[in-house]
């Protein structure tokens, strides 16, 4: 993952926000390396993370794939039908072109990376801006492995990529380690 | 001669302390904040030309 951002999409309200979205729904934007990991990848994670067969509460929870390419589009179809064939019932996630998407508030962004005051303030002291917090990769990745995901082989393998001081390296190796307890626990992801 | 040495000087003098943050006052002092700026981590500074977007709303 090189960016990652929360915000809403899928609606037609302009300029929603989290206490007046409108007909939008709670969404994630990646940026990848396809030569790292491959949309269907992606895809496999998206369906693992979420239990798409039953309605939502409303449209702020909806299931949703936005395709931006009609190769995604293709994936999205594909692996929606192997997954209703696996689970033997009818998936409800809607599969739509993207058009736009509006990032949530600030205090949404990097939610799990503001659980780590340390950490984040040693990130928020590089991009004092919240806008090039979310444009990091650095930021995407230890947001990742504070929440629960990420191996140590590969956090190890990175570590002296991301920016962090020997002090928030050891915090970061303790949560991912196991020494201390990650903010949430879902199932792994690629690395 | 000059011709060659003043922008040469210019270059020398004036370029380093902007990159050091100094900022002039418009009086004969000049303040310098020196203070080091943490430094960008090296993983953004490598961003990968072949990059793609995806985008879910999962629930």
Redesign the interface.
Known sequence: MIHTRVGYAGGSTENPTYYSLGDHSETIQIDYDPTQISYRQILDVFWASHNPIYEPWSRQYMSIVFYHSEEQKRLAIETKESEEARLGKHILTEIVPFSEFYLAEDYHQKYYLRQEPALMAEFSAIYPATEDLIASTAVARVNGYVGGYGKLATLEKELGLLGLSEAGIKILLKIVAGGLEPVCTLPDTPS | MARVLIPLLLVGLVLPSLLIGCSGTGNTETECDVTTK???????TN??P??????????
């Not at chain 2, 943490?38 to 953004?44: L, M, N, S, T, V």
């Not at chain 2, 072949?50 to 629930?59: K, R």
Request: glycine share 6%; proline share 11%.
């Open positions: 943490a430094a960008i981590p090296i993983i953004d961003v990968p072949t990059m793609e977007t995806a985008t879910f709303a999962l629930g």
